[in-house]
T-cell receptor, first 118, second 112 residues
Framework: GAVVSQHPSRVICKSGTSVKIECRSL??????MFWYRQFPKQSLMLMAT?????????EQGVEKDKFLINHASLTLSTLTVTSAHPEDSSFYIC??????????????FGSGTQLSVL | QKEVEQDPGPLSVPEGAIVSLNCTYS??????FMWYRQYSRKGPELLMY????GNKEDGRFTAQVDKSSKYISLFIRDSQPSDSATYLC????????????FGKGITLSVRP
């Protein structure tokens, strides 16, 4: 199956610093990528939809100036958590949609990034 | 009422048992129904994918969708310890810009 690579898998940072998370589709082109946040024992909450070459669409309640999304190519999207605070600590997951396939069946997830802000 | 409700669990069964996982939903626009399996601190992987109502079988897994009742199920036959994971249902409407709405997930433990 298609592979989505997400890095880093785990990051610990000090409060006030910025953290960048990368999401790459390794063997397909993805015009659309999604960023989710997941708290322990909770569901995946969609944060934003990232479209190659255009601005991301953020879900209600998600601060676009805090969670910067860049989707500069068909295989790479990045999420930058700016001025991180302890409440930003969470598991962040990206997914990428293969533009050649069915919109849902061809949606692949990265392995997630555990962010811990001290 | 949340758009997607999933039995909270956790669920513990002996090896070989039949497992039934369920979700209900309120949005009648949902047409695509999926089950994902997620191991601890990993991304979800697609297990089953169905469109509209009906059944779909894949090995030990069977997915059922009843749109009239807004109810979906995943059955796991002859459960194995390797099936121990969190199972999330997810749904979406049609359209290129459709987004997935997930249930909370249920953690399944299969005891050897």
């Amino acid at each position: 199956g298609a592979v989505v690579s997400q890095h880093p898998s785990r990051v610990i940072c000090k409060s006030g610093t910025s953290v960048k998370i990368e999401c790459r589709s390794l063997d397909f082109q993805a015009t659309t990528m999604f960023w989710y946040r997941q708290f322990p024992k909770q569901s995946l909450m969609l944060m934003a939809t990232s479209n190659e070459g255009s601005k991301a669409t953020y879900e209600q309640g998600v601060e676009k100036d805090k969670f910067l999304i860049n989707h500069a190519s068909l295989t790479l999207s990045t999420l930058t958590v700016t001025s991180a605070h302890p409440e930003d600590s969470s598991f962040y997951i990206c997914s990428a949609r293969d533009q050649q396939g069915d919109i849902n069946e061809k949606l692949f997830f990265g392995s997630g990034t555990q962010l811990s802000v001290l | 009422q949340k758009e997607v409700e999933q039995d909270p669990g956790p669920l513990s069964v002996p090896e070989g048992a039949i497992v039934s996982l369920n979700c209900t939903y309120s949005n009648s626009a949902f047409q695509y129904f999926m089950w994902y399996r997620q191991y601890s601190r990993k991304g979800p992987e697609l297990l089953m994918y169905t469109y509209s109502s009906g059944n779909k079988e894949d090995g030990r897994f069977t997915a059922q969708v009843d749109k009239s009742s807004k109810y979906i199920s995943l059955f796991i036959r002859d459960s194995q310890p390797s099936d121990s994971a969190t199972y999330l249902c997810a749904m979406s409407s049609t359209g290129a810009n459709s987004k997935l709405t997930f249930g909370k997930g249920i953690t399944l433990s299969v005891r050897p």
